[in-house]
């Protein structure tokens, strides 16, 4: 892959600026920052599951063998964290939630209206479902054609960010997608997350720079 360094990078980042794709406050990166708290979890394969669980018709659990079946989806977006930095045209594949619920994997009850995903740790990020159900959040898998590395959240993240043929979609801050996913849970009523409680804006929409509450 080609690297924009000093002049070059400025030069794509003016490109990328004058097709509206950068939101305020942010800057290009051509490299993938790793930021989390806490430590790196092991992967057990035999023992991974992904469960469903809330304002669902029935509740689900998936082994890593069973998600794996799933229907597939591959995603080019633009990542914009809340630290600042874009990253643009990134290749993703994954699960999507909306192809899961259109196709009956998941019957959500009426008085679904919110989603938190569960991770390793007791670590949460919560989400309005209108946001989950958009075709721009994945249950992410693969990172540019490969399986995510450990730091970027192996075996499994949430993944949200902004489609450049559906601008119109709401983007939320890289931040509302998390790492070593194992759970969404369906709410009837909004619960703030790890780092929403910490300060963090609830909505982080990069248009509005929701960074902080």
Not at 15 to 37: D, N
Not at 45 to 60: C, K, N, Y
Not at 155 to 168: D, N, Q, T
Not at 196 to 207: F, I, L, M, P, S
């Amino acid at each position: 892959m080609f690297l924009f360094e000093g002049s070059d990078r400025k030069k794509e980042e003016e490109r990328i600026r004058s097709e509206g794709r950068l939101p305020p406050g942010q800057a290009l990166t051509v490299k993938f920052p790793v930021l989390h708290y806490g430590a790196v979890p092991a992967f057990n394969p035999a023992t991974w599951d992904l469960r469903i669980s809330g304002e669902v018709e029935q509740e689900q659990r998936w082994t890593w063998d069973e998600f794996n079946q799933l229907p597939r989806t591959n995603l080019v977006m633009d990542i914009h964290c809340v630290t600042h930095w874009s990253k643009f045209d990134t290749r993703w594949e994954g699960v999507s939630v909306q192809t899961l619920v259109a196709q009956g994997f998941i019957k959500l009850k009426p008085t679904a209206a919110y989603v938190m995903q569960h991770a390793e740790y007791g670590f949460t990020a919560n989400l309005p479902l209108n946001v989950v159900l958009q075709e721009n959040f994945l249950l992410a898998t693969h990172f540019d054609g490969q399986p995510l590395t450990p730091d970027h959240g192996y075996p499994l993240r949430g993944m949200v960010g902004a489609l450049s043929a559906s601008p119109e979609l709401e983007t939320p801050y890289f931040w509302k997608g998390a790492k070593w996913l194992r759970g969404l849970e369906f709410m009837t009523a909004d619960r703030r997350g790890f780092w929403e409680q910490a300060g963090y804006h609830n909505r982080a929409d990069v248009w509005k720079e929701e960074r902080f509450g």
